[in-house]
């Protein structure tokens, strides 16, 4: 079974940062691309950034460039995404998200259940 989990998820001030973290588990992570995407409170999904199955390959949102980065460890079975520079539009749910096989195709058939980020003074 397909088990996506995030974490790293919290409260945090203004131009400060968080790392977030997904654990992978029941299907081998580093055979597939990985994205992060987020819903901001009243909106839709809004995609943050994918990477590709060796993690030599970043993409990122313009909105977030330059401020996050994706990583991830395949030995570990994990996801990370650092955010910097934190804004209060970037406050959301952020899920992790498996992709296709190798490269990101942005084709999503599992999702974590979301690990909440708030930006506020």
């Known amino acids: 079974e397909v088990q996506l989990v995030e974490s790293g998820g919290g409260l945090v001030q203004p131009g400060g940062s968080l790392r977030l973290s997904c654990a992978a588990s029941?299907?081998?992570?580093?055979?597939?691309?990985m994205s992060w995407v987020r819903q901001a409170p009243g909106k839709g999904l809004e995609w943050v950034s994918a990477?590709?199955?060796?993690?030599?390959?970043?993409y990122y949102a313009d909105s977030v460039k330059g401020r996050f980065t994706i990583s991830r460890d395949n030995a570990k079975n994990t996801l990370y995404l650092q955010l910097n520079s934190l804004k209060t539009e970037d406050t959301a749910m952020y899920y992790c998200?498996?992709?296709?096989?190798?490269?990101?195709?942005?084709?999503?058939?599992?999702w974590g259940q979301g690990t909440q980020v708030t930006v506020s003074s």
């Open positions: 029941g299907f081998t992570f580093s055979s597939y691309a």
């Open positions: 998200a498996k992709d296709t096989p190798w490269y990101p195709q942005y084709e999503y058939n599992y």
């Open positions: 990477i590709n199955s060796g993690g030599g390959s970043t």
